[in-house]
């Protein structure tokens, strides 16, 4: 480790806020951000638009060491500094993004009706019209999954600037790859935000019967239901099990095999089929072991999951041989 490495790495979380809790020192990250290359002090502090420059002086120097590195170059940004403006900027749009419920080109995975979706507190949130949906709950948000309007299909984050620019299909599309790269994240065990090591719960309904839609007893299309958990910062998500599944190596061959791509789908809807739309056998709570079939033109991939939620056993065949 360099010094300039070292000092990056030791303010603690209470002194990096106390930092940054000054209009003019984020000013300096975001000015810093959108140049080209270093600056001097008087570019910089021109960009900024301060005129007295003992005092800018004063706040450069609280957010040189930790977020800004200076050489003889100039002022650059460290990587903390670009996380900062990276946060601030996908959060940061002109008009307040809302909106209610639109209906969107997508059909429904399990009734083919029409989609309606939503974004609000960065998800998106789809909901079927016609059909009880996936979930009657939502996992992840909180500690404990938390009851959904009627229709739901789950949510799906996405930052406001994903809202930018983009119709209502789009946006949904956007979102789509954003989980997918968070969900090939969390089930390769590590947390998209942080990278810290994630843990994973397992939720089971031991009395499940979802043939009218959802269960009575879970509220839910799926008996297992899984919660991901970051051990170092404060990201959570859950839902179906392809949260924690989906960089498995067999279900992403089976996936590509069938021109089906997580992250760029072509159709939403198909890839929501196979992947929300399988059967699952749970063979023991205690530990936990259950199997689950997904399925696509005639073919079908087993996979057998343990406690841990990984993949035990693989089995392929056609939808005939089995
Ligand atoms: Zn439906
Ligand atoms: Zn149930
Ligand atoms: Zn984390």
Known sequence: MTDEDAAEATLAPDEAFAVL?????????????????????????????????????????????????KSDEGYTLRRSGRRVVE???????????????????????YCGAPVEVRWRSG??????????????????????PEPVAAGYLGRMPLPPAGLQGRTPDEIVRAAWTWSHLEMLAMSSGLCPRCSAPVETDVFVCEDHDASDGLCDRCDGAHAVNV?????????????????????????????????????????????????ADYDETVLSTDPFRAR????????????TVDDDLSVVGVDHGTAASQ
Do not use: M, W
């Open 21 to 69: 809790g000054d209009e003019t020192r984020i000013g300096i990250l975001r000015a810093l951000g959108a140049a080209e290359e270093p600056l001097s002090f008087s570019e910089l502090r021109e960009r900024v638009g301060v005129d007295d420059s003992g005092q800018f002086n004063y706040h450069l120097e609280k957010v040189v060491g930790h977020f800004v590195a």
């Open 87 to 109: 946060a601030v900027l996908s959060g940061a749009v002109t008009e307040t993004p809302a909106f209610e419920r639109t209906r969107i080109e997508e059909a429904c995975e």
């Open 123 to 144: 998800n998106v949130e789809l909901f079927c019209t016609e059909c009880a949906g996936r979930y009657g709950q939502s996992y992840g948000a909180t500690k404990r």
């Open 227 to 275: 919660g991901a958990r970051c051990t170092n910062c404060i990201f959570r998500s859950g839902g179906v099990l392809v949260v924690v599944l989906l960089a498995d190596t067999a279900l992403l061959a089976f996936l590509t095999a069938h021109g089906l791509n997580p992250v760029a789908p072509d159709s939403i809807r198909r890839l929501n089929e196979v992947l």
């Open 292 to 303: 689950f079939t997904f399925g696509v033109d005639g073919d079908r991939l087993t996979l």
